[in-house]
Each structure stands twice: as structure tokens, then as C-alpha cells.
């Protein structure tokens, strides 16, 4: 699913497709610079536990419609009367960085607010050159929760986390690449290519080494032995030692990739 494509419905939604094993979310509220209303941010945990359940999904990837990621949350939202949103955006947050499988965002135009708290629960971040980061609670009077704020310090630092955070100012992909806030900066163009072929890299690759390193790489401590063993009984350290010594493309336990419907909202 290309997100530049646009279609004729422009009402905010999150859309999905599941193809070849990848699952693509799209942030799509064009009116807005794909800002997040209060329904988007429900709607995108239980989506989450959805694909989490659909065995032919070894990654997920996070864009925005055409040419924006997302602005962050609907401005509007902050007078919802059901429900603080920060709630919502937190609720959302830790579906995304729970999700059992290796999640990737693809960044292009603005990610700013609730947008760079999405993509920082990403795994990882690719981002197009010009696109921009922020986030911007000091400009709104609000309290960043501390469970983000802790996940942003452990991606980039304390001293630019308190930059972001203090300023409230953007900043451009090559000082989030120097930071740690995107792990790939690609020319304009070439953001779509590198994302569909890395995440094919991925769903290549054993979902038992994904899903420990993920764990240990997120601060699990008390689980080798669990790993071990599922290592012992999973066939994927056999099936990778035969193919090292076979020369060959290892072929780890999976079920076979289909292509998914039309892109469906959330």
C-alpha cells in the first residue's frame, strides 16, 4: 500500500493492509496534516491486537497518508469531553511499542507531538530528507507523560530530550539522525523502496530471534531461560545452521505470506 496514493474518502482514519507478511498502518487525516483525533488513538490498540493475532504478520510499518507522517493529536481533542486524550495517546503508545513483532515508522513531511511519540514506540524509524520533529507540549501548557519521556531519553539522551521538550522546536532529519531519533535518513523518492525491501529483510529473518532481542533490547531481564527453551524446541537454530552450511537462504518456520484486502479503516 503506497500512502502517497490518496483516496476519496477524507474522513480521519487509520487504514491497513497485510501483504507478502508485512502489515501497513496509515495515519490518514488529510483536512489536518494527519493529526490524530480521540477515535484514531482507540482505534489503533485494538488494530494492534488485531494484527498482533494474524499469524501472517512478521512486520509492521507506521506511515502517514501523502506527505506528512502526523501532526500529532487533533488540537480539538484536548476539549473531548469523554476522555483526557493523554490517556488515549499513552494507551496507544504502549500498544505499539508492545507490539510482538518488529515495528518500523516510515517518516516523511511532519512528525511532530503525538506523531514523534508514535514513531519513538516504534523499533525503528527511517525518515525521508526534509522531513521535520518535534515535541511541542510546551507550546500547549501540557505535562508529557513520563513513561514517553522516559522512552525518549532512552532513545536519544537527557540533554536532547529536555531540548525537545523545553523548546517546543523543530528539528530536521540530519539532527535526528546525529541524535538517535531516526535510524535512516533516504533522499526524497526513496523512502518507499528502502522501507518495502528492509521490512522484507525482516520477515525473512527468525521471529524467535526478533522476538527475544526485543524483549532483552526493551530491559526484560528475567527470561533467557524462557528463550533457551524455545530456542531447543523451535527448529529455527537447526533449520539456520543447515542452511550456513548449505549455502543457502534459511527458510525459519513461518506461515506463507498472503496478500491483504483493500486497505480498510480502523
Not at 469523554?82 to 516510515?106: K, N
Not at 525518515?127 to 522512552?151: D, H, Q
Not at 525491501?197 to 530491559?219: I, M, N, Y
Request: aromatic residues 6%.
Amino acid at each position: 500500500m503506497d500512502p502517497r496514493e490518496q483516496t476519496a474518502r477524507t474522513d480521519p482514519r487509520l487504514e491497513h493492509a497485510v501483504v507478502d507478511g508485512i502489515a501497513t498502518v496509515v495515519i490518514s487525516n488529510p483536512a489536518k496534516r494527519n493529526a490524530m483525533t480521540s477515535d484514531m488513538w482507540r482505534a489503533l490498540p485494538v488494530l494492534l491486537e488485531e494484527l498482533a493475532a494474524d499469524p501472517a504478520v512478521r512486520v509492521l510499518v507506521l506511515t502517514g497518508a501523502g506527505d506528512t507522517f502526523c501532526a500529532g493529536a487533533d488540537i480539538a481533542s484536548l476539549l473531548d469531553p469523554d476522555g483526557w486524550p493523554q490517556d488515549l495517546t499513552v494507551q496507544a503508545e504502549e500498544a505499539l511499542a508492545a507490539f510482538p513483532r518488529p515495528t518500523l515508522a516510515a517518516v516523511r513531511g511532519f512528525c511532530v507531538g503525538g506523531g514523534s511519540q508514535l514513531a519513538a514506540a516504534c523499533d525503528l524509524r527511517f525518515a525521508e530528507e526534509g522531513a521535520s520533529f518535534g515535541v511541542t507540549p510546551a507550546k500547549l501548557g501540557i505535562v508529557y507523560p513520563s513513561s514517553s519521556t522516559r522512552r525518549l531519553v532512552a532513545l536519544v539522551g537527557p540533554a536532547t530530550t529536555k531540548f525537545l521538550l523545553f523548546s517546543g522546536e523543530l528539528i530536521g532529519t540530519e539532527r535526528a539522525l546525529r541524535t538517535g531519533l531516526v535510524d535512516e535518513v533516504l533522499p526524497e523518492g526513496g523512502l518507499e523502496d528502502r522501507v518495502r525491501t528492509f521490512a522484507r529483510v525482516l520477515a525473512s529473518r527468525s521471529q524467535l530471534t526478533q522476538a527475544a532481542a526485543k524483549e532483552f533490547a526493551d530491559g526484560r531481564r528475567d527470561r533467557d531461560a524462557y528463550w533457551s527453551r524455545q530456542a531447543r524446541g523451535s527448529g529455527d537454530t537447526a533449520e539456520g545452521v543447515a542452511a550456513f552450511l548449505e549455502h543457502r537462504t534459511p527458510r525459519f518456520a513461518r506461515t506463507t505470506g498472503r496478500s491483504g484486502p483493500a486497505p480498510t479503516s480502523g
